[in-house]
């Protein structure tokens, strides 16, 4: 990987796309639409902020099931800010104390904190902002920088684009393998924030590694917003875990970002965002392998509630063949909040001996909640197997009776089920203090809304 | 008193009334039987005892212990000492057996209820069950359930699984038998626990009912169609369910005689009167 370009190969671009027409332009998977193409970090930036000022800020429609506007965000009123210094304390308080390879922490536009195993250093590991990455590795860093992600998409990808500070850059030399998390973390402190946030990560042959992202905010009234922009390449066999722990607190936090997971020649990711709060939130997340024998674990859950907006494209993108793919997300709804879902299989041509299933299971618990789920497969191989299934569910009142003849009152029998609902998707998470947070803010939220589950119940 | 009193209950369901005014008494270890034909309304009297919100008390009262419980909320009632062994157990999955069960015990132990759940208060006096509200310790715990387990026959491997997601028709019974075993109640509707089993699955559930009664002073109500349960656990009372009504009682000869004439013979005899 050390070699400028990289041998991750650019894939054919396809011929045949779902939905040609207006409404649904933006659900498209980015597919080797990546913006660098030989160019500078100076020049891509021109390029972004150029777009930036043509572009309006995007709306995302799917006709008759859903519409994502940004139009309440007023981008004037916000600003980026890079003068912290200090971890703030939302940040603290959320991540679990518990061993870990290396910590990086911004908040709003600066990196405040930056800690990485002496030891692993030592092996060639490198965790620092990504600016300093661009100072210090250049040839590195702009070798994959922007590979893969596009900036001119929408007014907010190019904001990112154009104007992000600080960032995150990790990368795992040649065959080291590390037990313990590297832990990214942005923090939104209070309100009146943008952060552009930008991290770029680099798994080398045969490394083993797990990244747990944090992506928190304090409680504060007002609005915010996190436009984020995240790339990870592994190459030849190299494995790594992936979460995001998402909890953008109470506060009116826009979080709109791409994320986007590259898997080399037999290598493997398995990725899990925890999408667990946020005034609106619409995140583009695609997962692709990119050479023959990747294969990859495609998780997700997601827990709205009361007025929260989530919008989730999740892509599972097959750029060659042999490969394997397993999407499963799972989530939940109260209040009156909003959660749609949409995830494509692509399977391009020539990725012959490809399997891949998607599956998404939904559970409504509140009469004033909603959630749409639409599964996409796209298929331009003959040798593969591309299937999706899934359930819109609702609390099951024999389960609730069971349970309650067992002396558990109501709220605890909601709670049992609508946590067993999500266990099977949190144990692999394979990381028992990640799994106690993620566990503890579903409880937290589930118990919030109490009443609301309640409602729904008796009205049917 | 008797512990568990049911008095001129009469409840419906679906617009349609099942239960036309059944009495019965059950106390801490007596075990009694209740038959009837398929559409009599045992299970109906099952899942009314531990307030199931479909069927609707219309007349009547049940009490238990002393208290009346006829409104009383299902967990209220199994905090009181009231279990139901389910005919189709229900699958909680992403819960192990092991973990379910200390969920239910600790929630057993519990003081009164919740802040604010209820806020008239309500609560179940005389139990003894309420009190100490200390969750069980891991170690109690672990002890009671080996002994639940070497009592139903069943693998250790078995409390891990996720409850009844997946398990055997026989597994279900035995996981219910177990629940029971665990949680220690004063008296128990087994809601045909028989029907489905397999001979040997049986046998150890039917002597799972047993070993609690001999060795807890179990109350048991064996709600069944068949008499095949009742070879391997002994009822004292029996009580024949026609038409939402008791139409006879009487010790075990009652099942012999079922066996030996069947329900329409029963029907002949005591069918003007269920009619009436």
Redesign the interface.
Same mark, same amino acid.
């Given at each position: 990987m050390s070699g400028v370009g990289g041998t991750l190969s650019a894939a054919a671009p396809i011929e045949v796309k779902p939905g040609r027409h207006r409404e649904a332009a933006l659900y498209h998977a980015l597919h080797g639409a990546g913006a660098a193409d030989g160019r500078s970090l100076a020049e891509l930036r021109e390029a972004a902020l150029d777009a930036y000022e043509h572009l309006e800020l995007p709306v995302w429609r799917r006709s008759g099931f859903w519409t994502t506007s940004l139009a309440s965000l007023d981008l004037d009123a916000l600003r980026t800010t890079i003068d912290e210094r200090s971890v703030p304390d939302v940040a603290t308080r959320t991540l679990p104390d518990r061993p870990r390879a290396g910590r990086i922490v911004q908040s709003a536009g600066a990196v405040v904190h930056v800690e990485l195993d002496e030891a692993l250093a030592e092996q060639g590991v490198l965790l620092c902002s990504l600016e300093r990455a661009f100072a210090e590795h250049g040839e590195l860093a702009s070798a994959w920088y922007s590979k893969r992600l596009p900036l001119d998409r929408h007014k907010l990808e190019a904001a990112n684009a154009a104007f992000w500070t600080g960032g995150a850059f990790l990368y795992v030399p040649p065959g080291v393998v590390v037990e313990d998390p590297f832990e990214i973390v942005y923090a939104i402190e209070r309100r009146g924030i943008a952060q552009y946030g930008r991290t770029l990560v680099l798994g080398d042959r045969s490394s083993e590694f797990r990244v747990h992202e944090y992506d928190v905010a304090e409680n504060f009234d007002g609005p915010a917003l996190h436009a984020g922009a995240f790339e990870m390449y592994l190459q030849d066999g190299a494995r790594c875990r992936l979460a995001q722990y998402q909890d953008w607190g109470s506060g009116e936090v826009f979080d709109v970002s791409t994320r986007f997971v590259g898997v080399g020649r037999d290598a493997y990711c398995h990725w899990l965002p925890a999408l667990l709060g946020g005034h609106l939130v619409r995140h583009h997340d695609e997962l692709a392998v990119m050479e023959k024998g990747g294969d990859m674990a495609f998780r997700g859950v997601f827990c709205t509630e009361e007025d929260e907006h989530l919008d989730v494209f999740a892509v599972d993108l097959h750029e060659t063949g042999p490969s394997g793919g397993d999407v499963h997300w799972r989530g939940t709804a109260t209040g009156e909040s909003r959660a749609s879902f949409e995830g494509l299989i692509q399977i391009d041509p020539g990725s012959q001996r490809t399997h891949t299933y998607l599956q998404i299971h939904t559970m409504m618990l509140s009469p004033k909640a909603r959630i749409d789920a639409i599964p996409s497969v796209l298929v331009s191989a003959d040798d593969v197997s591309a299937s999706h299934g899934g359930t819109v569910g609702e609390l099951d009142e024999t389960a609730i009776f069971y349970m309650q003849s067992r002396g558990l009152d109501r709220a605890a029998a909601v709670r049992v089920i609508v946590e067993g609902f999500f266990e099977p998707l949190i144990t692999q998470l394979e990381d028992e203090p990640l799994e106690q947070l993620v566990r503890a803010r579903i409880e937290q939220k589930l118990a919030a809304a109490h009443e609301d589950i309640e409602a729904y119940a008796t009205s049917r | 008193m008797a512990d568990l009193e049911i008095r001129g209950l009469h409840v419906r369901t679906e617009e349609r009334e099942i239960l036309r005014g059944v009495d019965l008494k059950i106390n801490r270890g007596e075990i009694h039987a209740l038959m009837g034909p398929n559409g009599s309304g045992k299970s109906t009297l099952a899942n009314t005892l531990?307030? %199931?919100?479909a069927y609707e008390v219309t007349e009547g009262t049940i009490t238990f212990k002393g208290e009346d419980i006829t409104e009383a909320?299902? %967990?209220e009632?199994?905090?009181a000492g009231l279990? =139901?062994a389910?005919q189709y157990? $229900?699958?909680?999955?992403? $819960?192990s057996v092991a973990n379910?069960l200390r969920?239910?015990i600790n929630?057993?132990r519990e003081g009164g209820?919740?802040d604010g759940?209820h806020p008239e208060g309500r609560t179940l006096k005389g139990t003894g069950r309420q009190a100490g509200g200390e969750p069980i310790q891991l170690k109690e715990f672990r002890s009671r359930l080996e002994h639940a387990v070497e009592l139903l026959d069943v693998d250790r491997a078995f409390t891990s699984r %996720?409850l009844n997601d997946g398990f055997s028709g026989g597994e279900k019974k035995r996981a219910e038998i177990l629940?029971m075993a665990m =949680?220690a109640p004063d008296v128990a509707i087994l809601d045909e626990t028989d029907s489905g089993l397999d001979i040997d699955a049986l046998r150890t559930v039917a002597e799972g009912v047993q070993k609690l009664h001999d060795e807890q002073g179990l109350g048991a109500l064996i709600i069944t169609h068949y008499q095949r349960i009742l070879h391997y656990v002994k009822p004292q009372f029996v009580h024949i369910l026609m038409d939402g009504r008791i139409v006879l009682e009487g010790g075990v000869e009652l099942v012999e005689r079922l066996e030996r004439e069947g329900y329409d013979q029963i029907r002949q005899e005591y069918g003007d009167e269920v009619a009436a």
């Amino acid at each position: 990987m050390s070699g400028v370009g990289g041998t991750l190969s650019a894939a054919a671009p396809i011929e045949v796309k779902p939905g040609r027409h207006r409404e649904a332009a933006l659900y498209h998977a980015l597919h080797g639409a990546g913006a660098a193409d030989g160019r500078s970090l100076a020049e891509l930036r021109e390029a972004a902020l150029d777009a930036y000022e043509h572009l309006e800020l995007p709306v995302w429609r799917r006709s008759g099931f859903w519409t994502t506007s940004l139009a309440s965000l007023d981008l004037d009123a916000l600003r980026t800010t890079i003068d912290e210094r200090s971890v703030p304390d939302v940040a603290t308080r959320t991540l679990p104390d518990r061993p870990r390879a290396g910590r990086i922490v911004q908040s709003a536009g600066a990196v405040v904190h930056v800690e990485l195993d002496e030891a692993l250093a030592e092996q060639g590991v490198l965790l620092c902002s990504l600016e300093r990455a661009f100072a210090e590795h250049g040839e590195l860093a702009s070798a994959w920088y922007s590979k893969r992600l596009p900036l001119d998409r929408h007014k907010l990808e190019a904001a990112n684009a154009a104007f992000w500070t600080g960032g995150a850059f990790l990368y795992v030399p040649p065959g080291v393998v590390v037990e313990d998390p590297f832990e990214i973390v942005y923090a939104i402190e209070r309100r009146g924030i943008a952060q552009y946030g930008r991290t770029l990560v680099l798994g080398d042959r045969s490394s083993e590694f797990r990244v747990h992202e944090y992506d928190v905010a304090e409680n504060f009234d007002g609005p915010a917003l996190h436009a984020g922009a995240f790339e990870m390449y592994l190459q030849d066999g190299a494995r790594c875990r992936l979460a995001q722990y998402q909890d953008w607190g109470s506060g009116e936090v826009f979080d709109v970002s791409t994320r986007f997971v590259g898997v080399g020649r037999d290598a493997y990711c398995h990725w899990l965002p925890a999408l667990l709060g946020g005034h609106l939130v619409r995140h583009h997340d695609e997962l692709a392998v990119m050479e023959k024998g990747g294969d990859m674990a495609f998780r997700g859950v997601f827990c709205t509630e009361e007025d929260e907006h989530l919008d989730v494209f999740a892509v599972d993108l097959h750029e060659t063949g042999p490969s394997g793919g397993d999407v499963h997300w799972r989530g939940t709804a109260t209040g009156e909040s909003r959660a749609s879902f949409e995830g494509l299989i692509q399977i391009d041509p020539g990725s012959q001996r490809t399997h891949t299933y998607l599956q998404i299971h939904t559970m409504m618990l509140s009469p004033k909640a909603r959630i749409d789920a639409i599964p996409s497969v796209l298929v331009s191989a003959d040798d593969v197997s591309a299937s999706h299934g899934g359930t819109v569910g609702e609390l099951d009142e024999t389960a609730i009776f069971y349970m309650q003849s067992r002396g558990l009152d109501r709220a605890a029998a909601v709670r049992v089920i609508v946590e067993g609902f999500f266990e099977p998707l949190i144990t692999q998470l394979e990381d028992e203090p990640l799994e106690q947070l993620v566990r503890a803010r579903i409880e937290q939220k589930l118990a919030a809304a109490h009443e609301d589950i309640e409602a729904y119940a008796t009205s049917r | 008193m008797a512990d568990l009193e049911i008095r001129g209950l009469h409840v419906r369901t679906e617009e349609r009334e099942i239960l036309r005014g059944v009495d019965l008494k059950i106390n801490r270890g007596e075990i009694h039987a209740l038959m009837g034909p398929n559409g009599s309304g045992k299970s109906t009297l099952a899942n009314t005892l531990l307030g %199931h919100p479909a069927y609707e008390v219309t007349e009547g009262t049940i009490t238990f212990k002393g208290e009346d419980i006829t409104e009383a909320e299902p %967990h209220e009632r199994a905090k009181a000492g009231l279990f =139901l062994a389910f005919q189709y157990p $229900v699958a909680i999955p992403g $819960v192990s057996v092991a973990n379910f069960l200390r969920m239910a015990i600790n929630a057993k132990r519990e003081g009164g209820p919740r802040d604010g759940a209820h806020p008239e208060g309500r609560t179940l006096k005389g139990t003894g069950r309420q009190a100490g509200g200390e969750p069980i310790q891991l170690k109690e715990f672990r002890s009671r359930l080996e002994h639940a387990v070497e009592l139903l026959d069943v693998d250790r491997a078995f409390t891990s699984r %996720h409850l009844n997601d997946g398990f055997s028709g026989g597994e279900k019974k035995r996981a219910e038998i177990l629940q029971m075993a665990m =949680l220690a109640p004063d008296v128990a509707i087994l809601d045909e626990t028989d029907s489905g089993l397999d001979i040997d699955a049986l046998r150890t559930v039917a002597e799972g009912v047993q070993k609690l009664h001999d060795e807890q002073g179990l109350g048991a109500l064996i709600i069944t169609h068949y008499q095949r349960i009742l070879h391997y656990v002994k009822p004292q009372f029996v009580h024949i369910l026609m038409d939402g009504r008791i139409v006879l009682e009487g010790g075990v000869e009652l099942v012999e005689r079922l066996e030996r004439e069947g329900y329409d013979q029963i029907r002949q005899e005591y069918g003007d009167e269920v009619a009436a």
